[in-house]
């Protein structure tokens, strides 16, 4: 690619990208929420938090050894922690220094 | 006021700092290898502020140049931002001349800290979300020049520490799963994109599995309002 086209090409990355992100403010854009969209703004955030999850898992191995067994002990690691203290940091902080230690140990 | 909000936001955003800075520069050391001088990373992290596309955009930006796959690829590698939108609608509209802002700056780990934000009394949320976005995009921006300047002679180990990421959003999870007796939609959202990931794969599963969301949640809508009215 030509310097011009590389930076045309970033352009359309920064274009699709902010469709994405402006869309919903968009196509919403009348004063009063339609019922199924209020419904839909109370209820999403919990589902796409468990999409983002998975998402974070997608190139995790389950067919062969380990099997995830680092990812999944870390994870259950964070969420016990976070069950136990009520402390993002804490839970954070814990559960990726577990995990470091087993990638390195497995 | 303003310095309670900055405050509250730096805390707020201690994880993503940790993620970021070693995401960033793990970025700006890969474009540095595949031939781009510092500010190249500098300018995507800058307009285009999205992490995994960006991941992906190393090798578009090294194949032929090709506008429309590109513009697609895009939209697809993003379209989970459709549901950070909606699920923000009613904050960030009313946030005035920052709005656009704030819609600019919404990743994956911005959209995290927000949503889930414990705002101190006192604290204006539009005020501490533009923070919690700034900060955020500061700590990326930062990383992948600096990633970029630095280039190959980074040779420190940091394998598995991109796994603060997974952390932040499992520990968010959990927290949305304590405060309310609604599990539902988090049990929706699991087991659909568990389902998807094994029976598209890694590349294609989040639209099929942001569809499934969609289409199960409105199919609960009856007995998930029913519950809320009767308080449970």
Redesign the interface.
Known sequence: ?TTA??L??????????????????LL?RGRE?PG??????K?????????????????VDFTSAPFGLC?LT??AA??G???WK?N??V??AG??AL??VL??LV | MQAKAVRAAVRATLPVLAGYLFLGLAYGVLMSEAGFPFWYPLLISSVVYAGSMQYAAVSVLAAPFDPLGTFLLTVMINARHLFYGVSMLREYRGAGKIAPYLIFSLTDETFSVNVAADIPDGVEPRVFYFWTSLLDQFYWVAASAAGGLLGSVLTVDTTGIDFVMTALFVSIAAGQWLAGSEHRPALVGFTASAVCLALFGPDNFIIPAMIVIVLALLALRGPIEAKEVRGA
């Open positions: 690619m086209q590389t045309l090409t970033i352009a359309v990355i920064a274009a699709g990208t902010m469709l994405t992100r402006f869309a919903p403010f919403l929420l199924w969209a209020a419904y839909l703004a209820t999403l955030p919990s589902a796409v938090m468990a999409l983002l999850v998975v998402y974070c898992f997608k190139g990812e870390a994870c964070v969420a922690l976070y069950v009520r993002t940091l839970s954070i559960g990726t995990y470091l990638i390195r």
